[in-house]
Each structure stands twice: as structure tokens, then as C-alpha cells.
């Protein structure tokens, strides 16, 4: 746990403004069994805890016969402001963090924010300027989708 909680030399970070409360749009995203509504081909659970510190998440994501476990712990829960994540599985490792700052009374401005551990070595750091744009539009895709569904009150 303490070597992939160091930061990675893979980093991105995507933002969005959502037009809702910091409370509204931090519970939404705490709402791990939901987030396969906003996260592509995604499905996630709480594998170990209540969601909180030192819960265990999985997340299996999917693309026909392509399968990405990520195993994460949830390090921090700081309502409304921020969750902190150590992805721990064997192909994502790093530490990942989803901030909420409130703007106004009904502006949220959510960024998220991971370093992922490159495997592969001296490959997987040549590979990673090619795989940044598409971990960036993935990360900022996924974020929009749960604007829309906080705008829309699907979500929490």
C-alpha cells in the first residue's frame, strides 16, 4: 500500500463545473455502486467497508472482451470537499483524488486527479504521451456525464 500510495509518473486531471451544492455533487460521487451511470462501460462496488476510510472499492470495466480491474482503498473522505483513493491493483497504482469546491450557492467546480504508476518501465514511459489524451478524455467524459446527472437530479 505504501509504495503505490507515491505518485506516478502518469498524471492526469480533468474538471468540470456542475450547476448544483458541493453536497449534492460530493455525495453523488461517493456513490460507488452508481458510478458505472456516469463512468463508461464501468461497473463498480464497495468490496470491503461502508464506502468510507479504509473501505475497499473494485471497479471492472469492460469493452467486449477487454477487462480492467482496478482495486482501490479509500484513504480519505473529507465531506464535501474531497475523497482520496490508492489504486492497488496489479496494472493501476497510484494515488487518485476527486476534489469539490463550491463556487457559488449552486456552482461546484469538481476536479479529478490521478498518478498512476506507468507499467512497463522505460516502455510504459514512452507509451504514456500517446495514452495521456485518451486517460484526459476518458477522465473529463466521465466528469461531464455526472454533471449532467447531478443537473438533471438522477444522481445522487
Known amino acids: ?3 503505490a500510495a507515491r505518485p506516478g509518473a502518469g498524471e492526469v486531471t480533468a474538471t468540470v463545473i456542475v450547476a448544483a451544492p458541493a ?9 460507488w455502486d452508481r458510478q458505472g451511470e456516469w463512468i463508461p462501460f464501468t461497473r463498480v462496488r464497495v468490496v470491503e467497508g461502508d464506502g468510507g476510510e ?10 467486449g472482451p477487454a477487462v480492467l480491474r482496478d482495486e482501490m482503498r479509500v484513504v480519505r473522505v473529507d465531506p464535501p470537499y474531497e475523497v482520496r483513493v490508492v489504486h492497488t491493483g496489479a496494472l493501476l497504482r497510484g494515488p487518485g483524488v476527486l476534489r469539490c469546491t463550491q463556487m457559488d450557492r449552486d456552482r461546484t467546480q469538481v476536479v479529478w486527479h490521478e498518478w498512476f504508476h506507468l507499467p512497463g518501465g522505460a516502455a510504459g514511459r514512452v507509451a504514456w504521451p500517446v495514452l495521456w489524451p485518451g486517460s484526459k478524455f476518458g477522465l473529463t467524459g466521465a466528469l461531464r456525464r ?4 447531478v443537473e438533471q437530479g438522477r444522481l445522487p
Request: cysteine-free; proline content about 0%; overall charge positive.
Open 23 to 31: 453536497e449534492r455533487v460530493f455525495a453523488a460521487f461517493t456513490a
Open 54 to 63: 479504509g473501505s475497499r472499492i473494485e471497479a471492472v470495466t469492460s469493452i
Open 1 to 3: 500500500m505504501r509504495a
Open 146 to 149: 455526472l454533471a449532467r446527472l
